[in-house]
């Protein structure tokens, strides 16, 4: 297998110009514990956030958003229920939606739900390294919501399940890797002071959905959501002091980014 290659930053200042100009609507069906910071996270790239959660109404929206994010933070019965019909109406309008599996291995219903979802054509999957072990093996599972295993670790079940389900898949931690089962793209940055924040992860699960929603190469898109999270993290890491300062400096950073800054 070939060695992951670096994104190329042109490349990533294309996806990032791209995202603006197009502004997407960004159906986000999340957890509890993340509604605002993610909106936030997408107003601040010029995104358009929109959490609609009712099964019928979450049927309507996603037909008409650009994208459509499937995150199973705090999923109920309810939930699992109102996301199956936005998932069937995105497909059935050609809404390219993105799955974040958080937390997948040791609870039955998120675990059983992810199974039915990867069958659903997902455009692109977003997780830590012991989500995608976990969803690729239909065992263990991370320390709640967190990992417990390298991203290196998961690299090969990320392939096999960007192959079954042709698909992107995404593993993030201290290095992310991205790939279409056959391509594999390595992202380095980031700071460990983004695992002290909450929802930077399902945040980044966000801007996956809005990128993968770009017309051009995905595996490319995809990464390039993830070169921009880690980036602008770092950066906010490097000039604040602990996890307060970093939320402010993260969004500053986010709507303040361009290509030098990238580079
Ligand atoms: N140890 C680390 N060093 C640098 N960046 C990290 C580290 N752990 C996570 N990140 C970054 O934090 C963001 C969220 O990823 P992650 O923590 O894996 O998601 P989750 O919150 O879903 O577990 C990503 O941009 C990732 O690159
Ligand atoms: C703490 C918590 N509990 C259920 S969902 C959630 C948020 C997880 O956010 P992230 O995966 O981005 O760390
Ligand atoms: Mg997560």
Known sequence: MKQPDLPDNA???????????????????????????????????HASPAM???????????????????????????????MLAAVNAANAASTPWTL?????????????FCQQLLTLQPAAIRGNASEILALALQQGGGRGVDTQ??????????????RRYATIVAITGEVDYVTDGERTL???????????VVGTGCALSAVVAGFA????????????????ISCVGAQAAASTSGPGSFIPAFLDGLWNLNEEALA
């Open 11 to 45: 490349l990533v200042a294309h996806s990032l110009s791209l995202f603006r100009q197009r502004a997407p609507l960004i159906h986000c069906m999340t957890n509890d514990v993340v509604q605002s910071f993610t909106a936030n996270v997408l107003l601040a790239l």
């Open 186 to 196: 390595r992202i380095p940055g980031g700071s460990p002071l983004m695992t002290r």
């Open 149 to 162: 295993h390298p991203t290196e670790s998961a690299l090969s079940a990320a392939r096999q399940l960007a």
């Open 52 to 82: 609609v959660i009712d099964a019928e109404e979450a049927a309507q929206f996603s037909a008409i958003s650009d994208a459509l994010l499937i995150n199973v933070g705090t999923l109920t019965q309810p939930r699992a229920a109102a």
């Open 100 to 112: 974040d599996p958080v937390a997948v291995g040791a609870l039955r219903l998120r675990s059983e």
């Open 213 to 228: 929603a770009l017309p051009g190469d995905r595996l490319l898109h995809v990464a390039s959501a993830c070169q921009i």
